[in-house]
């Protein structure tokens, strides 16, 4: 006659570490107790990174920004970026931007075209004066 030891296995599986099985309700007993270790790590964690940021301090100081700033997160991880609303945005915010930052080349470049036309303007003007004073000297001399 076989003895039933620890190797016949339950419908799932579980064993225990002596190599006996697993009742139900210890199954649920060790699935509460790692929930709970995993739990306070988490908070444990959650706590640390909250010291390290000093959000208590940052929401008392600057309580807008905050808020503003949560919801852009918000915003962002709930897909908006991808929108068609941030694409008309960004895409007007990226034109005039783009205009913006071309502003003072062009600028630039159109003083530049003032200055030449004004001293060919200039020199072609005294060249006509010239002649046209020296015309009207010539017509004084006859």
Excluded at 13 to 22: I, K, N, V
Excluded at 104 to 133: C, H, M, N, Y
Aim: glycine share 12%.
């Amino acid at each position: 006659m076989a003895t039933e030891s620890s190797e016949q296995s339950s419908p799932n599986g579980q064993r225990m570490e002596d190599g006996g099985m697993r009742t139900f309700g210890q199954r649920v007993d060790h699935i509460n107790d790692t929930a709970q270790q995993a739990w306070t790590r988490t908070r444990d964690a959650f706590s640390d990174i909250k010291e390290t940021l000093d959000v208590d301090g940052r929401v008392k100081r600057h309580p807008y920004g905050t808020v503003a700033a949560a919801l852009g997160i918000g915003y962002v991880l709930g897909g908006g970026l991808f929108s068609r609303l941030t694409g008309r945005i960004l895409g007007t915010g990226l034109r005039l931007g783009i205009r913006l930052a071309a502003l003072p080349f062009i600028k630039e470049e159109l003083l530049t075209l003032i200055s030449v036309a004004a001293d060919s303007t200039d020199e072609s003007g005294s060249k006509s004066r010239k002649s046209r004073q020296g015309n009207t000297n010539k017509g004084r001399e006859r």
